[in-house]
């Protein structure tokens, strides 16, 4: 008997990785905010250049997400605490 496995399988279904992810970002946990991305994601964005002052439109790797996410919860604190 052969089994096949979806890539679908693997994944969450969209509603329940979403309030996931909310939830993460509600809470200020940039880990679990991560914990949303492989290793290789690459993001693309508009927001991306205004964040990071940068020229670009898309961010690669890991490190590079959460400096992202590390700004934008900076950005959030410090646009909710005046």
Same mark, same amino acid.
């Given at each position: 008997?052969?089994? *096949?496995?979806? /890539?679908? %399988? #693997?994944? +969450? +279904? @969209? %509603?329940? *990785? %979403?309030? $996931?992810?909310?939830? @993460?970002? =509600? /809470?200020?946990?940039? +880990?679990?905010?991560? %914990? ?9 964005? +508009?927001?991306? /250049?205004?964040? #990071? !002052?940068? =020229?670009? @439109?898309?961010?690669? !790797?890991? $490190?590079a997400i959460a400096?992202?996410? @590390?700004? !934008?919860?900076? =950005? *959030? &604190?410090?646009?909710?605490? &005046?």
């Amino acid at each position: 008997m052969k089994i *096949f496995y979806s /890539a679908a %399988a #693997q994944i +969450p +279904p @969209a %509603a329940e *990785f %979403a309030a $996931s992810w909310i939830e @993460a970002w =509600n /809470a200020h946990d940039l +880990p679990r905010i991560l %914990a949303h991305y492989r290793e290789d994601v690459v993001l693309y964005s +508009p927001l991306i /250049a205004r964040v #990071q !002052g940068e =020229n670009k @439109a898309y961010l690669s !790797g890991h $490190s590079a997400i959460a400096d992202y996410w @590390a700004a !934008g919860l900076k =950005n *959030f &604190r410090r646009s909710t605490s &005046r």
